[in-house]
């Protein structure tokens, strides 16, 4: 043991030392949190305990709504603890950290590597890719990749001479795309819905292209109905557009749901790299991918695909890390939770949670079209997602609306949305139920009980309640 001579007097320097100090260490005043009532708006003056803090908080976010019962997101509201556990553990990780967290940078090339195999990428070590905070960010990146080729393609027309970029995809695509077009000044080219068809029409995409069209978006599936849009047919009809005209347009498949659900329950189906005219893929881990929110995935099918000069370089154990992305600094907690859960089903493992997912889907949209008050425009057996409107034909057609049953709805603490169709189907409201991992069979039995108990009051209504359209189709998907 060590022997202390407390006798000896230390230099005056050292009797000068303390122990360094967080701020954080020290609570306020205890007798002050009694008593205090911090600003809304404003910095308060002083810090507060902890608890304290901790409390308020806690109390005003007991108002948000239960996000088990909110059928409308797409997001994942459940996650197993052990996932849970990983994602605390690296809470603190940077993605843009690469030198300094290269194990987290390789699970995420590593996940790159497994959605290029899974999307049948034809050399999938040449396939690029990256993660991203969600697939918004994903389809800014695919758009500028698309508008950067078609720019050197045209590089004597544009920007000089005046040619405006065009992108044509379905009135029904997700407001992203509204945003990449708005920011990077790019003409949207937007094939309206017509009658029964909610989403894009092959022969219609092709007919609005032109020599400035950067590509075409074809989204598995539609956020308006979960309706997967034909991909296939899309790209065969842009053949024939080239080999009529020579114009050869690019395809990016915007499969933010879709292209984690289709690969485990529609194999069949060629909607991915096996197109050889898609060039890049998106999807939202956080949705199907069964991860919390944000992380989201680009791959592009080749280098080719994705000029060199939007790449971005950060070292990397003493070399160079090419990335591509909107911002610098992002969690690295959800990347490392997406490959946790890659390892964790396998193909497998998501092929058995997409089915319950969708079979839950389609047992309840069956149901609620048993009601005979409603209409299915679709019937979750594409995404597990699926629209209905009222039923024209049913006894009391017109006492109420799709608005008044998501009103009724939320007062038991279910959300579902209700809301208005785009162009040129303005006439038709639907409430759309998503349904996802962790809304069970006996969950949906439970939102169908509160349904069946409200139908009653709303068919005795003398007209529809809703006064406020403009709030309630204000839902921005
Ligand atoms: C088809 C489609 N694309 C893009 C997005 C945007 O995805 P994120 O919320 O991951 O940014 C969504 C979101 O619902 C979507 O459904």
């Known amino acids: 043991m060590a022997l202390h001579k407390v006798g000896m007097r230390p230099e005056a320097s050292e009797e000068r030392r303390r122990l360094s100090l967080n701020p954080f260490y020290g609570e306020a005043d205890p007798l002050g949190s009694m008593v205090l009532a911090p600003p809304q708006h404003r910095l308060p003056d002083g810090p507060m305990a902890p608890s304290a803090a901790y409390q308020f908080v806690h109390d005003e976010l007991m108002l948000d ?3 088990r019962l909110n059928l409308a997101t797409f997001v994942t509201t459940w996650m197993e603890p052990e996932a849970g556990r990983l994602m605390s553990e690296c809470r603190d990780k940077n993605m843009i950290d690469k030198d300094e967290y290269p194990r987290t940078a390789e699970l995420e090339r590593r996940c790159v590597a497994m959605l290029a195999d899974l999307w049948h990428a034809p050399d999938p070590e040449s396939t690029v890719g990256c993660s991203t905070t969600g697939s918004s960010e994903a389809c800014m990146l695919s758009g ?9 393609r045209n590089r004597d027309r544009y920007p000089g001479a005046g040619a405006r970029p065009n992108l044509v995809m379905g009135v029904n695509v997700q407001v992203c795309w509204d945003k990449f077009c708005n920011f990077w000044e790019v003409e949207p080219r937007l094939v309206p819905m017509e009658g029964d068809r909610y989403h894009l029409d092959p022969q219609a995409a092709a007919g609005l292209c032109d020599e400035n069209t950067i590509g075409v978006v074809a989204v598995l ?4 109905d979960g309706s997967y849009e034909p991909v296939q047919e899309v790209c065969s009809a842009l053949d024939a557009l080239q080999e009529r005209t020579g114009l050869d347009i690019p395809v990016h498949v915007d499969g933010a749901s879709g292209a984690m659900v289709a690969p485990f329950l529609d194999e069949d189906l060629a909607w991915d790299f096996r197109l050889p005219r898609v060039a890049s893929i998106n999807t939202s881990g956080h949705k199907y991918g069964l991860v919390y929110p944000g992380v989201g995935w680009a791959l592009w099918r080749s280098p080719d695909d994705l000029p060199d000069e939007l790449v971005f370089r950060v070292n990397y154990l003493g070399g160079d890390m090419p990335t591509f992305a909107l911002n610098f600094s992002r969690p690295g907690a959800q990347v490392v939770a997406q490959y946790y859960t890659f390892i964790r089903l396998g193909r497998d493992g998501y092929r058995a949670v997409q089915q319950t997912t969708r079979d839950v889907a389609r047992n309840l949209a069956g149901e609620i079209e048993a009601l005979g008050d409603f209409r299915l425009l679709t019937r979750g057996d594409e995404l597990p997602v699926f629209a209905v409107a009222t039923n024209p034909e ?16 939320r007062e038991s603490g279910w959300l579902v949305p209700a809301y208005t169709f785009p162009p040129h189907r303005e006439d038709l409201s639907v409430l759309r139920f998503v349904c996802r991992n962790g809304f069970s069979a006996d969950l949906a039995e439970l939102l169908l009980e509160d349904l069946r108990r409200a139908m009653p009051g709303l068919r005795a209504q003398s007209a529809p309640q809703s006064r406020d359209k403009a709030a309630a189709t204000g839902f921005h998907h």
């Open 65 to 67: 709504g239960n996000s």
């Open 144 to 152: 500028m990749a698309l508008k950067r080729r078609w720019a050197h």
């Open 221 to 224: 599936g539609s956020t308006f």
């Open 394 to 409: 049913a006894g009391n057609a017109g006492n109420f609306d799709v608005f008044d049953v998501s009103r009724r709805l």
